[in-house]
């Protein structure tokens, strides 16, 4: 079974700026799309950012300009944030759709979230 595990998150100033990674248990060798979410306590989760197999990226306004979602050859996926304000505090998923791996092929594959707290 692939799994997909966040790390990076932390506690940041406003302002500052992490990084966000994802790496997935196995060697990915195709998706349909791949992508961060997060929820805020009290709130839905969200749609942050997403990156098709083709490298086509998609983001949200609130994030646009300010965030960057990459991903390497091998198994990682990244986000970059920078600029960072208080209301991006929240849980950060990693998604995967159509995750095609050596380990198997997956519909949808969450990981289990990295908690980004942005505070003075």
């Known amino acids: 079974q692939v799994q997909l595990v966040e790390s990076g998150g932390g506690l940041v100033q406003p302002g500052g700026s992490l990084t966000l990674s994802c790496a997935a248990s196995?060697?990915?060798?195709?998706?349909?799309?791949m992508g961060w979410y997060r929820q805020a306590p009290g709130k839905e989760r969200e749609l942050v950012a997403t990156i098709t197999g083709r490298g086509s990226t998609n983001y949200a306004d609130s994030v646009k300009g300010r965030f960057t979602i990459s991903r390497d050859n091998k198994n990682t996926l990244y986000l970059q944030m920078n600029s960072l304000k208080p209301e991006d505090t929240a849980v950060y998923y990693c998604?995967?759709?159509?995750?095609?791996?050596?380990?198997?092929?997956?519909?949808?594959?969450w990981g289990q979230g990295t908690l980004v707290t942005v505070s003075s």
């Open positions: 196995g060697r990915i060798f195709g998706f349909n799309v």
């Open positions: 998604n995967a759709d159509r995750l095609i791996t050596n380990l198997g092929t997956y519909l949808e594959v």
